[in-house]
């Protein structure tokens, strides 16, 4: 996101802000204080699904970032980049380091008669290695000095207590998650798996801030059936939130000469400023399923933003006749629209059979497909039955 900021013209700064009429006293946590702006979320109690999601985060973030837009940028943006995709290499380190300090601190306290064995030295004081490892000591102290402050600030001083143990146990979770990302991601270059983001149940949910007021329930408007007069103007809103929900309450089973007023206004809608009315007529062109909006799913399974995109190819799928559809796709000529595909077939790979046996495609979108999916290589390779 703040790639796309600069690239437009545009600044970013990170802002930290308490509203001007927080009256709280100078030591409260700022999670406790009703002002302070900040995203509110558990991240998963559990080792096994915390590593799902930072794999997850890595592979996106890491990898696919990586493969899809390289290294543009200037040398700032490029320094940003080295910052995400370093974790391998950073990883690696931290684990080993860990296990070289264990052994360090077994063989000195072996030293010192607080074991009843003794290892083979490695470092000896003195020696130009243990003065790097004192001065590399140091800094790790430094590090955990700042983490604690500023968790003491925003959690209060018993949370920042646990700061040391959660930083080793997110180091470990780190490493293993990447390395999984990795697997992840050579599989899918082999075409021996579709790369996919293992999800994550999130059990905990977000978590309710201590000053969080209860709503009022909203009222059952769903519940009450529009006219076509009344889609038609609330489908020409100015709210993007309004026309998000008039969306959801078009019905499928409308009759051909009332779809005639809502076929021109999600044409229109199509052509939103708003990347989210986008998204949102994407997926409702793929629950109606009218045929007559089919040219208009395969505009956007080309839109430049990805949301976009992702929700328009995923209805597209959906359709009964998804294999003309993609066909259209891949013989155009649009990257965005033949990259969203080809990856949304990789997710799903009963689809993807079908396209390898079936003859729904033409021989010019065959070959593209054969040279952007290995996965689908895989496929066409197997032996008949």
Same mark, same amino acid.
């Given at each position: 996101?703040?790639?796309?900021?600069?690239?437009s013209g545009? !600044?970013? %700064?990170f802002?930290n802000? *308490? *509203?001007a009429?927080?009256d709280?006293k100078?030591w409260t946590?700022l999670c406790?204080r009703?002002g302070?702006i900040s995203n509110?979320?558990y991240f998963?109690?559990?080792?096994? @699904?915390? /590593?799902?999601q930072?794999?997850?985060?890595?592979?996106?973030?890491?990898?696919?970032?990586?493969t899809?837009?390289?290294?543009q &940028?200037?040398?700032?943006?490029?320094?940003?980049?080295?910052?995400d995709?370093?974790?391998f290499v950073?990883?690696?380190a931290?684990?080993?380091g860990?296990?070289?300090f264990?052994?360090? %601190?077994?063989?000195?306290?072996g030293?010192?008669?607080?074991?009843p064995f003794?290892l083979h030295p490695?470092? /000896?004081? &003195?020696t130009v290695?243990?003065?790097?490892?004192v001065?590399?000591?140091?800094?790790?102290f /430094?590090?955990?000095?700042?983490?604690?402050?500023?968790v003491t600030a #925003?959690?209060?001083?018993?949370p920042?207590?646990?700061a040391?143990p959660?930083?080793?146990?997110?180091?470990?979770?780190?490493?293993?998650? %990447?390395?999984?990302?990795l697997?992840a991601?050579?599989?899918s270059q082999?075409?021996r798996?579709a790369?996919?983001?293992?999800? !994550?149940?999130h059990? $905990?949910g977000?978590?309710?801030?201590?000053f969080?007021? $209860? @709503?009022?329930?909203?009222p059952?408007? =769903?519940e #009450?059936?529009?006219s076509v007069?009344?889609?038609c103007?609330?489908?020409?809103?100015r709210?993007?939130?309004?026309?998000i929900?008039?969306?959801? @309450?078009?019905?499928?089973?409308?009759?051909?000469?009332?779809?005639?007023?809502?076929?021109?206004?999600?044409?229109r809608?199509?052509?939103s400023k708003?990347p989210?009315?986008?998204a949102a007529v994407? +997926?409702?062109?793929?629950?109606i399923?009218?045929?007559?909006?089919?040219?208009?799913?395969?505009?956007? /399974?080309?839109d =430049?933003?990805?949301?976009? @995109?992702?929700?328009a190819?995923s209805a597209?799928?959906?359709?009964p006749?998804?294999?003309?559809l993609?066909d259209?796709?891949?013989?155009?000529?649009d990257?965005?629209?033949? $990259?969203?595909?080809? +990856?949304? *077939?990789e997710q799903?790979?009963?689809?993807?059979a079908l396209?390898?046996?079936g003859?729904?495609?033409?021989?010019?979108?065959?070959?593209?497909?054969? $040279?952007?999916?290995k996965?689908?290589?895989?496929?066409?390779?197997?032996?008949a039955?």
């Amino acid at each position: 996101m703040s790639k796309k900021i600069l690239d437009s013209g545009y !600044t970013s %700064a990170f802002v930290n802000l *308490l *509203l001007a009429d927080d009256d709280s006293k100078w030591w409260t946590p700022l999670c406790q204080r009703s002002g302070f702006i900040s995203n509110w979320a558990y991240f998963p109690f559990d080792y096994k @699904r915390s /590593v799902r999601q930072k794999s997850r985060w890595i592979l996106g973030i890491s990898i696919q970032e990586w493969t899809l837009t390289g290294w543009q &940028g200037g040398w700032r943006i490029r320094e940003n980049l080295l910052k995400d995709r370093k974790v391998f290499v950073a990883m690696t380190a931290t684990l080993l380091g860990y296990l070289c300090f264990i052994y360090v %601190a077994l063989d000195f306290m072996g030293r010192w008669g607080w074991v009843p064995f003794q290892l083979h030295p490695v470092v /000896v004081p &003195g020696t130009v290695l243990f003065q790097m490892l004192v001065v590399v000591l140091g800094l790790s102290f /430094v590090r955990l000095f700042q983490r604690m402050f500023f968790v003491t600030a #925003v959690y209060g001083f018993k949370p920042a207590l646990l700061a040391a143990p959660r930083m080793m146990l997110g180091n470990i979770i780190n490493g293993h998650a %990447a390395f999984l990302a990795l697997k992840a991601f050579s599989d899918s270059q082999r075409g021996r798996q579709a790369m996919k983001w293992a999800k !994550t149940d999130h059990m $905990e949910g977000v978590g309710a801030q201590p000053f969080e007021m $209860e @709503r009022p329930p909203a009222p059952p408007e =769903h519940e #009450v059936e529009l006219s076509v007069a009344e889609l038609c103007l609330k489908l020409r809103a100015r709210d993007s939130a309004e026309v998000i929900g008039t969306l959801e @309450r078009i019905r499928a089973n409308l009759g051909e000469g009332e779809r005639q007023p809502i076929l021109h206004e999600l044409e229109r809608l199509v052509h939103s400023k708003d990347p989210l009315v986008r998204a949102a007529v994407g +997926k409702t062109i793929g629950r109606i399923a009218w045929t007559e909006l089919m040219p208009e799913l395969c505009i956007l /399974v080309g839109d =430049h933003e990805w949301p976009v @995109r992702a929700n328009a190819t995923s209805a597209l799928l959906d359709q009964p006749n998804f294999g003309e559809l993609a066909d259209l796709v891949l013989i155009s000529r649009d990257k965005f629209a033949i $990259e969203t595909l080809v +990856k949304m *077939l990789e997710q799903d790979e009963p689809r993807l059979a079908l396209l390898a046996e079936g003859g729904s495609l033409s021989n010019r979108a065959r070959n593209v497909l054969l $040279e952007r999916s290995k996965v689908f290589q895989r496929f066409t390779q197997r032996p008949a039955a």
